[in-house]
Protein backbone atom coordinates (compact mmCIF):
# COMPACT_ATOMS: atom_id res chain seq x y z
CA UNK A 1 0.00 0.00 0.00
CA UNK A 2 1.59 4.00 -1.04
CA UNK A 3 -0.45 6.28 0.87
CA UNK A 4 0.61 8.53 -1.62
CA UNK A 5 -1.36 8.01 -4.81
CA UNK A 6 -4.45 7.79 -2.78
CA UNK A 7 -3.63 10.99 -1.06
CA UNK A 8 -4.00 12.63 -4.36
CA UNK A 9 -7.17 10.25 -5.16
CA UNK A 10 -8.68 11.48 -2.35
CA UNK A 11 -7.94 15.07 -2.86
CA UNK A 12 -9.39 15.15 -6.68
CA UNK A 13 -12.73 13.35 -5.39
CA UNK A 14 -13.12 15.69 -2.73
CA UNK A 15 -13.07 18.55 -4.63
CA UNK A 16 -14.94 17.19 -7.09
CA UNK A 17 -17.74 16.36 -5.00
CA UNK A 18 -17.89 19.72 -3.73
CA UNK A 19 -18.49 21.25 -7.26
CA UNK A 20 -21.56 18.67 -7.60
CA UNK A 21 -25.26 19.49 -6.77
CA UNK A 22 -26.17 17.19 -3.90
CA UNK A 23 -27.67 14.33 -5.61
CA UNK A 24 -24.86 13.87 -7.99
CA UNK A 25 -22.23 14.13 -5.49
CA UNK A 26 -24.26 10.94 -3.68
CA UNK A 27 -24.19 9.15 -7.09
CA UNK A 28 -20.55 9.95 -7.46
CA UNK A 29 -20.00 8.51 -4.08
CA UNK A 30 -21.82 5.61 -4.47
CA UNK A 31 -19.84 4.79 -7.26
CA UNK A 32 -16.42 4.23 -4.91
CA UNK A 33 -14.77 1.43 -3.22
CA UNK A 34 -15.79 1.49 0.57
CA UNK A 35 -12.56 2.44 1.74
CA UNK A 36 -12.25 5.56 -0.58
CA UNK A 37 -15.67 6.64 -0.35
CA UNK A 38 -15.76 6.57 3.46
CA UNK A 39 -12.16 8.96 3.23
CA UNK A 40 -14.53 11.56 1.29
CA UNK A 41 -17.57 11.41 2.70
CA UNK A 42 -15.83 12.16 5.92
CA UNK A 43 -13.78 15.05 4.63
CA UNK A 44 -17.22 16.43 3.43
CA UNK A 45 -19.12 16.40 6.71
CA UNK A 46 -15.96 17.90 8.17
CA UNK A 47 -16.16 20.71 5.69
CA UNK A 48 -19.50 21.64 6.84
CA UNK A 49 -18.51 21.73 10.54
CA UNK A 50 -17.94 24.91 11.73
CA UNK A 51 -15.84 22.89 14.68
CA UNK A 52 -12.61 24.96 13.75
CA UNK A 53 -12.60 28.79 13.16
CA UNK A 54 -9.28 28.84 11.40
CA UNK A 55 -8.50 32.35 12.50
CA UNK A 56 -5.06 33.53 14.54
CA UNK A 57 -4.77 32.45 18.26
CA UNK A 58 -5.12 36.50 19.12
CA UNK A 59 -6.13 35.75 22.77
CA UNK A 60 -3.38 33.48 23.41
CA UNK A 61 -0.57 35.79 21.32
CA UNK A 62 -1.79 38.16 24.13
CA UNK A 63 -2.10 35.85 27.29
CA UNK A 64 1.62 34.56 26.61
CA UNK A 65 3.25 38.25 26.88
CA UNK A 66 1.84 38.11 30.06
CA UNK A 67 4.10 35.60 31.97
CA UNK A 68 6.85 37.32 34.17
CA UNK A 69 9.74 36.14 33.16
CA UNK A 70 11.29 34.20 36.33
CA UNK A 71 13.35 35.88 38.93
CA UNK A 72 16.73 34.97 40.28
CA UNK A 73 16.97 32.52 43.27
CA UNK A 74 18.67 33.60 46.90
CA UNK A 75 22.20 31.90 46.30
CA UNK A 76 22.53 33.16 43.04
CA UNK A 77 25.77 34.85 41.92
CA UNK A 78 25.42 38.56 39.96
CA UNK A 79 29.19 39.40 39.02
CA UNK A 80 30.44 39.82 42.80
CA UNK A 81 26.56 39.81 44.66
CA UNK A 82 24.93 36.97 46.37
CA UNK A 83 21.25 37.37 45.42
CA UNK A 84 19.25 37.30 48.66
CA UNK A 85 15.65 38.81 47.63
CA UNK A 86 13.59 39.90 44.91
CA UNK A 87 11.95 43.39 45.98
CA UNK A 88 10.46 44.47 42.88
CA UNK A 89 9.87 44.23 39.30
CA UNK A 90 8.55 46.09 36.41
CA UNK A 91 9.18 46.84 32.71
CA UNK A 92 12.53 48.24 33.50
CA UNK A 93 14.10 45.14 35.40
CA UNK A 94 14.41 43.71 38.91
CA UNK A 95 15.92 45.15 41.65
CA UNK A 96 17.00 42.67 44.39
CA UNK A 97 18.32 43.04 47.79
CA UNK A 98 21.79 41.23 47.21
CA UNK A 99 25.12 41.04 49.31
CA UNK A 100 28.53 41.95 48.27
CA UNK A 101 31.67 39.96 49.15
CA UNK A 102 32.10 41.49 52.71
CA UNK A 103 27.98 40.54 53.36
CA UNK A 104 26.91 43.95 53.38
CA UNK A 105 23.49 44.61 51.83
CA UNK A 106 23.22 46.14 48.56
CA UNK A 107 20.52 47.23 46.31
CA UNK A 108 20.74 45.16 42.74
CA UNK A 109 19.07 46.87 39.89
CA UNK A 110 19.04 44.35 36.99
CA UNK A 111 17.90 43.92 33.62
CA UNK A 112 17.77 41.12 31.74
CA UNK A 113 18.67 42.29 28.39
CA UNK A 114 17.28 39.40 26.28
CA UNK A 115 13.72 39.57 28.64
CA UNK A 116 13.32 43.17 27.78
CA UNK A 117 11.28 44.21 25.02
CA UNK A 118 11.11 48.09 26.30
CA UNK A 119 14.27 49.44 23.78
CA UNK A 120 14.36 52.85 26.26
CA UNK A 121 15.00 50.38 29.11
CA UNK A 122 17.89 49.91 28.28
CA UNK A 123 19.19 52.93 27.66
CA UNK A 124 17.85 53.97 30.48
CA UNK A 125 19.45 51.67 32.60
CA UNK A 126 22.56 53.24 31.30
CA UNK A 127 22.38 56.64 32.10
CA UNK A 128 21.14 55.89 35.22
CA UNK A 129 24.26 54.31 35.85
CA UNK A 130 26.49 57.06 34.06
CA UNK A 131 24.46 59.67 36.04
CA UNK A 132 24.56 58.20 39.49
CA UNK A 133 27.75 57.35 39.64
CA UNK A 134 28.80 61.14 38.66
CA UNK A 135 27.15 62.29 41.87
CA UNK A 136 28.52 61.90 45.40
CA UNK A 137 25.87 63.65 48.07
CA UNK A 138 24.98 62.30 51.22
CA UNK A 139 21.10 62.52 49.67
CA UNK A 140 22.10 60.99 46.61
CA UNK A 141 21.53 57.08 46.41
CA UNK A 142 25.33 55.57 45.97
CA UNK A 143 26.14 53.73 43.09
CA UNK A 144 28.96 51.33 43.95
CA UNK A 145 29.43 49.74 40.72
CA UNK A 146 27.55 48.47 37.79
CA UNK A 147 28.38 46.74 34.56
CA UNK A 148 27.50 43.33 32.56
CA UNK A 149 27.05 39.85 34.00
CA UNK A 150 26.12 36.55 32.24
CA UNK A 151 22.78 37.57 33.92
CA UNK A 152 22.43 40.90 32.04
CA UNK A 153 22.97 44.38 32.97
CA UNK A 154 23.36 45.01 36.40
CA UNK A 155 24.06 48.52 39.05
CA UNK A 156 24.60 47.60 42.34
CA UNK A 157 23.60 50.74 45.25
CA UNK A 158 23.55 51.61 48.49
CA UNK A 159 20.93 50.04 50.30
CA UNK A 160 18.48 52.25 51.71
CA UNK A 161 16.65 51.26 54.62
CA UNK A 162 13.16 53.29 54.44
CA UNK A 163 10.23 53.80 52.54
CA UNK A 164 9.39 56.05 49.70
CA UNK A 165 7.88 59.70 49.72
CA UNK A 166 4.40 57.99 48.89
CA UNK A 167 4.13 55.63 51.81
CA UNK A 168 5.30 58.27 54.15
CA UNK A 169 2.75 60.74 52.51
CA UNK A 170 0.10 58.02 52.58
CA UNK A 171 0.43 57.55 56.63
CA UNK A 172 -0.86 61.39 57.06
CA UNK A 173 0.84 64.68 57.21
CA UNK A 174 4.24 65.19 58.48
CA UNK A 175 5.34 67.40 61.36
CA UNK A 176 6.13 70.70 59.84
CA UNK A 177 9.62 71.19 61.04
CA UNK A 178 9.98 67.91 59.96
CA UNK A 179 8.82 68.16 56.84
CA UNK A 180 10.85 71.11 56.44
CA UNK A 181 14.45 69.28 56.86
CA UNK A 182 13.29 66.74 54.40
CA UNK A 183 12.58 69.19 51.68
CA UNK A 184 15.98 71.17 52.41
CA UNK A 185 17.67 67.61 51.92
CA UNK A 186 15.80 67.10 48.91
CA UNK A 187 16.74 70.38 47.61
CA UNK A 188 20.26 69.83 48.26
CA UNK A 189 20.42 66.54 46.47
CA UNK A 190 19.08 68.78 43.52
CA UNK A 191 21.33 71.44 44.04
CA UNK A 192 24.06 69.44 43.59
CA UNK A 193 23.07 67.74 40.43
CA UNK A 194 22.25 71.00 39.01
CA UNK A 195 25.80 72.04 39.64
CA UNK A 196 27.31 69.09 38.17
CA UNK A 197 25.35 69.65 35.11
CA UNK A 198 22.63 67.15 35.69
CA UNK A 199 18.76 66.90 35.37
CA UNK A 200 16.82 64.34 36.58
CA UNK A 201 13.67 64.71 34.93
CA UNK A 202 10.98 62.64 37.04
CA UNK A 203 11.21 64.09 40.54
CA UNK A 204 8.37 62.62 42.34
CA UNK A 205 7.32 61.04 45.74
CA UNK A 206 8.23 57.40 44.59
CA UNK A 207 11.86 58.53 43.83
CA UNK A 208 12.38 60.17 47.00
CA UNK A 209 13.50 57.87 49.59
CA UNK A 210 13.28 58.54 53.92
CA UNK A 211 16.03 56.33 55.60
CA UNK A 212 15.16 55.21 59.18
CA UNK A 213 17.49 57.68 59.99
CA UNK A 214 15.85 60.43 58.57
CA UNK A 215 17.84 61.28 55.85
CA UNK A 216 16.05 61.50 52.41
CA UNK A 217 17.84 60.35 49.34
CA UNK A 218 16.56 60.70 45.73
CA UNK A 219 16.93 58.04 43.42
CA UNK A 220 16.22 57.02 39.86
CA UNK A 221 18.32 58.88 37.92
CA UNK A 222 16.98 57.01 35.04
CA UNK A 223 16.07 59.81 32.63
CA UNK A 224 18.69 62.14 34.00
CA UNK A 225 20.00 64.19 30.71
CA UNK A 226 22.70 66.96 30.33
CA UNK A 227 20.55 69.71 29.00
CA UNK A 228 19.32 67.70 26.43
CA UNK A 229 14.82 68.24 26.03
CA UNK A 230 12.84 66.53 27.24
CA UNK A 231 9.51 65.19 26.03
CA UNK A 232 6.11 64.24 28.07
CA UNK A 233 6.00 61.20 26.09
CA UNK A 234 9.43 60.07 26.78
CA UNK A 235 8.77 60.60 29.88
CA UNK A 236 5.76 59.00 30.34
CA UNK A 237 6.52 55.51 29.09
CA UNK A 238 9.96 55.50 30.06
CA UNK A 239 8.80 55.86 34.15
CA UNK A 240 8.79 52.18 35.60
CA UNK A 241 5.58 50.06 36.01
CA UNK A 242 2.61 49.87 33.86
CA UNK A 243 1.66 53.23 31.43
CA UNK A 244 -1.08 54.15 32.76
CA UNK A 245 0.23 53.57 36.21
CA UNK A 246 3.44 56.30 35.21
CA UNK A 247 1.57 58.05 33.43
CA UNK A 248 -0.90 59.27 36.41
CA UNK A 249 2.11 59.07 38.44
CA UNK A 250 4.54 61.06 36.37
CA UNK A 251 2.10 63.20 34.79
CA UNK A 252 1.25 64.46 38.53
CA UNK A 253 4.80 66.17 38.94
CA UNK A 254 5.38 67.51 35.67
CA UNK A 255 5.83 70.75 34.75
CA UNK A 256 3.66 72.99 32.42
CA UNK A 257 6.69 73.75 30.06
CA UNK A 258 7.38 69.68 29.75
CA UNK A 259 3.68 69.25 28.56
CA UNK A 260 3.97 71.67 26.21
CA UNK A 261 7.13 69.94 24.69
CA UNK A 262 9.56 72.35 25.88
CA UNK A 263 12.96 72.03 26.54
CA UNK A 264 13.82 70.72 30.25
CA UNK A 265 16.09 72.99 32.34
CA UNK A 266 17.05 72.62 36.34
CA UNK A 267 14.04 75.04 36.46
CA UNK A 268 11.86 71.99 35.48
CA UNK A 269 13.26 69.88 38.15
CA UNK A 270 12.62 72.67 40.60
CA UNK A 271 8.75 72.55 39.91
CA UNK A 272 8.64 69.23 40.64
CA UNK A 273 10.28 69.05 43.43
CA UNK A 274 7.79 72.41 44.54
CA UNK A 275 5.11 70.00 43.75
CA UNK A 276 6.15 67.28 46.01
CA UNK A 277 6.66 70.10 48.96
CA UNK A 278 3.32 71.41 48.51
CA UNK A 279 2.58 67.59 49.02
CA UNK A 280 3.99 67.31 51.98
CA UNK A 281 3.14 70.58 53.44
CA UNK A 282 -0.50 70.38 53.13
CA UNK A 283 -1.09 66.45 52.51
CA UNK A 284 -2.81 67.91 49.11
CA UNK A 285 -1.74 67.56 46.11
CA UNK A 286 -2.17 70.86 43.75
CA UNK A 287 -3.10 69.25 40.35
CA UNK A 288 -4.87 66.62 41.69
CA UNK A 289 -7.64 65.41 39.61
CA UNK A 290 -9.96 62.52 37.97
CA UNK A 291 -8.70 62.18 35.12
CA UNK A 292 -5.48 62.91 33.42
CA UNK A 293 -7.13 65.33 31.05
CA UNK A 294 -8.08 66.98 34.31
CA UNK A 295 -4.20 67.20 35.58
CA UNK A 296 -3.24 68.65 32.48
CA UNK A 297 -5.68 71.38 32.90
CA UNK A 298 -5.04 72.36 36.37
CA UNK A 299 -1.13 72.39 35.90
CA UNK A 300 -1.80 74.18 33.05
CA UNK A 301 -4.72 76.90 34.63
CA UNK A 302 -5.63 75.86 38.41
CA UNK A 303 -5.08 78.80 40.47
CA UNK A 304 -3.44 77.00 42.99
CA UNK A 305 -3.97 78.20 46.75
CA UNK A 306 -0.71 79.05 48.92
CA UNK A 307 0.17 76.58 51.57
CA UNK A 308 -0.46 78.85 54.06
CA UNK A 309 -4.36 78.98 53.45
CA UNK A 310 -4.22 75.12 53.78
CA UNK A 311 -1.80 75.13 56.90
CA UNK A 312 -1.64 78.33 58.96
CA UNK A 313 1.46 77.01 60.55
CA UNK A 314 3.71 77.05 57.30
CA UNK A 315 5.83 80.21 57.58
CA UNK A 316 5.92 82.83 55.49
CA UNK A 317 9.37 82.66 53.47
CA UNK A 318 8.44 78.66 52.79
CA UNK A 319 4.33 79.64 51.31
CA UNK A 320 6.62 81.93 49.58
CA UNK A 321 9.01 79.46 47.94
CA UNK A 322 6.76 77.17 47.30
CA UNK A 323 4.57 79.39 45.20
CA UNK A 324 7.71 80.35 43.44
CA UNK A 325 8.59 77.06 42.80
CA UNK A 326 5.28 76.71 40.78
CA UNK A 327 5.61 79.31 39.00
CA UNK A 328 4.31 78.56 35.42
CA UNK A 329 7.24 80.39 33.93
CA UNK A 330 10.64 78.55 34.62
CA UNK A 331 12.27 81.67 34.46
CA UNK A 332 10.92 82.77 37.82
CA UNK A 333 11.42 79.60 39.50
CA UNK A 334 14.27 79.91 42.85
CA UNK A 335 17.28 77.40 42.13
CA UNK A 336 17.14 74.83 43.83
CA UNK A 337 20.39 75.73 46.30
CA UNK A 338 18.15 78.88 47.34
CA UNK A 339 15.15 76.25 48.13
CA UNK A 340 17.33 74.09 49.86
CA UNK A 341 18.81 77.17 51.82
CA UNK A 342 15.25 78.54 52.68
CA UNK A 343 13.50 75.23 54.09
CA UNK A 344 17.10 74.38 56.22
CA UNK A 345 17.01 77.82 57.77
CA UNK A 346 13.41 77.45 58.39
CA UNK A 347 13.68 74.01 59.77
CA UNK A 348 16.31 74.88 62.43
CA UNK A 349 14.06 78.18 63.44
CA UNK A 350 10.88 75.28 64.11
CA UNK B 1 32.56 53.48 29.95
CA UNK B 2 30.10 51.41 32.08
CA UNK B 3 28.68 49.03 29.42
CA UNK B 4 30.43 47.97 25.88
CA UNK B 5 28.34 47.35 22.70
CA UNK B 6 28.43 44.34 21.81
CA UNK B 7 27.60 42.65 18.68
CA UNK B 8 26.29 39.44 18.34
CA UNK B 9 22.28 38.46 19.73
CA UNK B 10 21.98 42.59 20.17
CA UNK B 11 22.42 42.83 15.98
CA UNK B 12 20.95 39.48 14.63
CA UNK B 13 20.48 41.76 11.15
CA UNK B 14 23.31 40.65 9.42
CA UNK B 15 22.87 36.92 10.34
CA UNK B 16 19.10 36.55 9.92
CA UNK B 17 19.75 37.85 6.15
CA UNK B 18 23.13 35.61 6.21
CA UNK B 19 21.01 32.34 7.23
CA UNK B 20 18.53 33.09 5.18
CA UNK B 21 20.23 33.11 1.78
CA UNK B 22 21.78 30.01 2.66
CA UNK B 23 18.21 28.84 3.78
CA UNK B 24 17.27 29.86 0.01
CA UNK B 25 20.15 28.22 -1.14
CA UNK B 26 19.36 24.59 0.34
CA UNK B 27 21.06 24.36 3.32
CA UNK B 28 18.43 23.36 5.98
CA UNK B 29 20.88 23.54 8.87
CA UNK B 30 20.63 27.10 8.12
CA UNK B 31 16.77 27.47 9.36
CA UNK B 32 17.29 25.95 12.61
CA UNK B 33 19.74 28.61 13.59
CA UNK B 34 17.17 31.37 12.15
CA UNK B 35 14.30 30.07 13.90
CA UNK B 36 15.33 30.70 17.37
CA UNK B 37 16.30 34.32 16.46
CA UNK B 38 12.93 34.82 15.24
CA UNK B 39 11.51 33.77 18.01
CA UNK B 40 13.36 35.76 20.08
CA UNK B 41 12.86 38.84 18.09
CA UNK B 42 8.50 37.66 18.49
CA UNK B 43 9.11 37.32 21.65
CA UNK B 44 10.25 40.55 22.28
CA UNK B 45 8.10 42.66 20.22
CA UNK B 46 4.99 40.65 21.95
CA UNK B 47 6.34 41.94 24.99
CA UNK B 48 6.95 45.49 23.93
CA UNK B 49 3.22 45.29 21.85
CA UNK B 50 1.47 43.72 25.30
CA UNK B 51 2.89 46.34 27.61
CA UNK B 52 2.27 49.69 25.20
CA UNK B 53 -1.02 48.57 24.45
CA UNK B 54 -2.72 45.82 27.11
CA UNK B 55 -5.50 45.19 24.68
CA UNK B 56 -6.27 42.17 23.02
CA UNK B 57 -7.15 43.08 19.71
CA UNK B 58 -4.06 45.15 19.13
CA UNK B 59 -2.12 41.83 19.09
CA UNK B 60 -1.99 40.63 16.00
CA UNK B 61 0.53 37.91 15.30
CA UNK B 62 0.86 38.69 11.56
CA UNK B 63 1.53 42.52 12.95
CA UNK B 64 4.32 41.09 14.97
CA UNK B 65 5.95 39.11 11.92
CA UNK B 66 6.08 42.20 10.11
CA UNK B 67 7.50 43.95 12.60
CA UNK B 68 10.32 41.38 13.24
CA UNK B 69 10.55 41.41 9.78
CA UNK B 70 11.82 45.39 9.47
CA UNK B 71 14.03 44.58 12.68
CA UNK B 72 15.82 41.69 11.72
CA UNK B 73 15.86 41.52 7.88
CA UNK B 74 18.36 43.89 5.97
CA UNK B 75 15.01 45.16 4.36
CA UNK B 76 16.98 47.46 2.07
CA UNK B 77 18.99 44.67 0.21
CA UNK B 78 16.61 41.79 0.87
CA UNK B 79 14.88 40.10 -2.36
CA UNK B 80 11.49 39.50 -2.52
CA UNK B 81 12.60 35.49 -1.95
CA UNK B 82 13.97 36.43 1.13
CA UNK B 83 11.32 38.59 2.43
CA UNK B 84 8.84 35.23 1.58
CA UNK B 85 10.99 33.04 3.45
CA UNK B 86 11.07 35.29 6.28
CA UNK B 87 7.59 35.02 6.87
CA UNK B 88 8.14 31.09 6.11
CA UNK B 89 10.40 31.40 9.12
CA UNK B 90 8.28 33.50 11.51
CA UNK B 91 5.42 31.62 11.15
CA UNK B 92 7.15 28.33 12.60
CA UNK B 93 8.23 30.40 14.74
CA UNK B 94 5.16 31.80 16.26
CA UNK B 95 3.75 28.39 16.17
CA UNK B 96 6.15 27.41 18.26
CA UNK B 97 5.72 30.12 20.67
CA UNK B 98 1.97 30.01 20.62
CA UNK B 99 2.37 26.02 21.19
CA UNK B 100 4.62 26.15 24.28
CA UNK B 101 2.40 28.56 25.80
CA UNK B 102 -1.19 26.84 25.13
CA UNK B 103 1.30 23.70 26.78
CA UNK B 104 2.28 25.60 29.64
CA UNK B 105 -1.11 27.38 30.83
CA UNK B 106 -2.74 23.77 30.27
CA UNK B 107 0.16 22.25 32.74
CA UNK B 108 -0.93 25.42 35.07
CA UNK B 109 -4.38 24.98 35.08
CA UNK B 110 -4.00 20.97 35.65
CA UNK B 111 -1.17 21.35 38.41
CA UNK B 112 -3.69 24.04 39.83
CA UNK B 113 -0.77 25.80 40.73
CA UNK B 114 -1.52 29.46 38.45
CA UNK B 115 -3.07 31.01 41.19
CA UNK B 116 -4.04 33.80 39.24
CA UNK B 117 -7.60 35.08 40.86
CA UNK B 118 -9.36 36.56 37.98
CA UNK B 119 -12.70 37.69 36.83
CA UNK B 120 -11.41 38.31 33.70
CA UNK B 121 -13.76 37.07 31.34
CA UNK B 122 -11.35 36.23 28.37
CA UNK B 123 -9.93 33.28 30.65
CA UNK B 124 -12.29 30.74 29.89
CA UNK B 125 -11.83 31.74 26.48
CA UNK B 126 -7.92 31.54 27.08
CA UNK B 127 -8.22 28.04 28.46
CA UNK B 128 -10.20 26.93 25.37
CA UNK B 129 -8.14 28.14 23.04
CA UNK B 130 -4.97 26.88 24.28
CA UNK B 131 -6.30 23.02 24.17
CA UNK B 132 -7.40 23.87 20.68
CA UNK B 133 -3.99 25.23 19.68
CA UNK B 134 -1.99 22.02 21.00
CA UNK B 135 -4.83 19.82 19.21
CA UNK B 136 -4.54 21.87 16.18
CA UNK B 137 -0.15 21.68 16.62
CA UNK B 138 -1.00 17.71 16.66
CA UNK B 139 -2.78 17.17 14.29
CA UNK B 140 -0.96 19.38 11.78
CA UNK B 141 2.13 17.54 12.68
CA UNK B 142 0.65 14.48 11.27
CA UNK B 143 -0.98 16.43 8.46
CA UNK B 144 2.74 17.18 8.06
CA UNK B 145 3.67 13.97 7.05
CA UNK B 146 1.03 13.36 4.36
CA UNK B 147 1.03 16.70 2.59
CA UNK B 148 4.14 19.32 4.05
CA UNK B 149 2.45 22.40 1.56
CA UNK B 150 -1.30 21.63 3.09
CA UNK B 151 0.13 21.89 6.58
CA UNK B 152 2.48 24.62 5.82
CA UNK B 153 -0.45 27.25 4.02
CA UNK B 154 -2.43 25.88 8.14
CA UNK B 155 0.91 26.93 9.98
CA UNK B 156 1.31 30.45 7.89
CA UNK B 157 -2.74 31.20 8.04
CA UNK B 158 -3.55 30.29 11.80
CA UNK B 159 -0.43 30.53 13.48
CA UNK B 160 0.98 33.58 11.32
CA UNK B 161 -2.30 35.50 10.86
CA UNK B 162 -1.22 36.04 6.98
CA UNK B 163 -4.26 36.26 4.70
CA UNK B 164 -4.78 33.67 1.55
CA UNK B 165 -2.81 36.17 -0.78
CA UNK B 166 0.50 36.82 1.54
CA UNK B 167 0.37 33.04 1.83
CA UNK B 168 0.56 32.17 -1.52
CA UNK B 169 3.09 34.62 -2.22
CA UNK B 170 5.44 33.00 0.63
CA UNK B 171 4.69 29.55 -0.50
CA UNK B 172 5.38 30.42 -4.19
CA UNK B 173 1.89 29.01 -5.19
CA UNK B 174 -1.47 30.34 -6.66
CA UNK B 175 -4.26 31.89 -4.80
CA UNK B 176 -6.31 29.34 -5.79
CA UNK B 177 -3.98 26.66 -4.43
CA UNK B 178 -3.79 27.91 -1.38
CA UNK B 179 -7.87 28.28 -1.22
CA UNK B 180 -7.72 24.90 -2.57
CA UNK B 181 -4.93 23.60 0.51
CA UNK B 182 -6.81 25.46 3.13
CA UNK B 183 -10.28 24.05 2.29
CA UNK B 184 -8.95 20.35 2.13
CA UNK B 185 -6.75 20.31 5.28
CA UNK B 186 -9.29 22.24 7.12
CA UNK B 187 -11.33 19.56 6.73
CA UNK B 188 -8.90 17.23 7.65
CA UNK B 189 -7.69 18.56 10.61
CA UNK B 190 -11.42 19.02 12.02
CA UNK B 191 -11.89 14.90 11.63
CA UNK B 192 -8.47 14.52 12.63
CA UNK B 193 -9.48 15.80 15.99
CA UNK B 194 -12.67 14.43 16.50
CA UNK B 195 -11.03 11.04 15.96
CA UNK B 196 -8.57 12.10 18.29
CA UNK B 197 -10.85 13.84 20.96
CA UNK B 198 -14.05 12.43 20.48
Known sequence: MNPQPAWEEIE??????????EAERKAMLAGLGPALRDEVESLLRADS???????????MAADL?????????????VAGYEVDSLISVGGMGEVYLARD?????????????????NPQAVDRFETEARAASALRHPNIVTVYESGESPEGLFIAMEWLDGSTFRVVMDAGAAELAQAMDWGAQAAGALSAAHSAGILHRDIKPENIILCKNGVVKILDFGLARQGEPARPEEISSGASGTISGSLSGTLLYMPPEILRGETATSASDVYSLGTFLYELATGRHPFAGETP????????????????????AIPLEVDRLIS?????????????????EVLAARAELA | MFFER???????????????TAWANGDQTALNKLIPLVYAELHRIARRAWSEQQQYNTLQPTALINEAYLKLANVENASFQDRCHFFAVSCTAMRQILVNHARQRLADKRGGEHVKLSLDEAQPVVHQEAAEIVALHEALEALQAIDPRKAKVVEMRYFGGLGIEETAEALGVSVGTVNRDWRLARSWLIRHMNRENP
Open chain 1, 49 to 59: SDALPLSPPVH
Open chain 1, 12 to 21: RLYFEALNLP
Open chain 1, 293 to 312: LDVFEAIEYRVVPPVRSLRA
Open chain 1, 324 to 340: RMLDRVPDRRPTATEAS
Open chain 1, 65 to 77: LDAQPDALTPGQR
Open chain 1, 101 to 117: AAGRPVALKLLRRHLIA
Open chain 2, 6 to 20: RPGPMDPQGEVTMLL
